[in-house]
């Protein structure tokens, strides 16, 4: 089933956003796969100061508008998982994967980061520009703000989940696995899916097909990333 269809509208301000991810991160243990990520990106999304938008949204709207939407894909993936529904592909292998003892934090940390930026926000822009009617190159601002959101984010989780450099070594699998991954080259490839999507809009069935096939992708990297690893 794609998922290139607009999420429901449950939460709709940035303070909702943010209450919905501290219910969550009061509720759930720690160790949890999905905890890790929760903590560390309500850590930076509530310590992140908001600006007017520069060109025609000069009262704000785009900015809160993407962010509500990007944060409310991942709180609609936990809320299908709670309710006992399928969620994207992407999400699925964070929440089978949660509680595995080989699993070690960093290693959650950076799968919800990739399921967030490479599917999520995709679709956030393409949700945004509806609410909006305003195509993808009026957002680029906003994109570029996010962009720099999760690059702290990604910051965030080095410095408080990756081990010290005397237990980090290069034949380490964790080594490996950090070096295959780029939060630039995501973003980037995240910007052309959401310009693709909206040049598609017109064709249904072909973005829902090219949501699908993001989502899947992206799901997969997010497996390999939550390779269980030996102490």
């Known amino acids: 089933m794609a998922h290139c269809e607009q999420v429901p509208v449950a939460v709709r301000t940035v303070d909702s956003v943010l209450a919905r991810m501290r219910a969550l991160d009061a509720a759930l243990p720690a160790r949890d796969g999905v905890a890790v990520f929760n903590r560390v990106y309500l850590t930076v999304t509530g310590a992140a100061g908001r600006r007017p938008d520069d060109g025609r949204f000069a009262d704000g709207r785009a900015a809160n508008a993407l962010d509500v939407r990007f944060a409310e894909r991942y709180l609609a993936a936990v809320d299908a998982l709670e ?21 070690r934090p960093l290693q959650f940390a950076l799968a919800g980061v990739h399921a967030h930026i490479g599917h999520d926000l995709a679709l956030a822009v393409v949700d945004t520009c ?36 005397d237990l980090l070594r290069v034949a380490d699998p964790l080594t490996h696995l ?3 991954w780029s939060l630039d080259h995501a973003r980037d490839a995240t910007w052309a899916a959401a310009r693709a999507l909206w040049a ?6 072909v973005a829902g097909e090219f949501a699908e096939r993001l989502d899947a992708a992206v799901g997969f990297a997010a497996r390999l990333l939550l390779t269980p690893l030996p102490d």
């Open 83 to 103: 309710e006992g529904q399928r969620p994207p592909a992407c999400w699925r292998p964070l929440f089978q994967f949660r509680r595995h003892p080989g699993v």
């Open 130 to 165: 509806r609410t909006l009617d305003c195509d993808p190159v009026e957002l680029e601002d906003e994109f570029d703000r996010v962009g720099g959101l999760l690059l702290s984010l990604e910051e965030r989780i080095r410095d408080e989940l990756m081990p010290g450099p």
């Open 178 to 180: 950090l070096g295959s």
């Open 200 to 205: 598609l809009r017109r064709l249904p069935d």
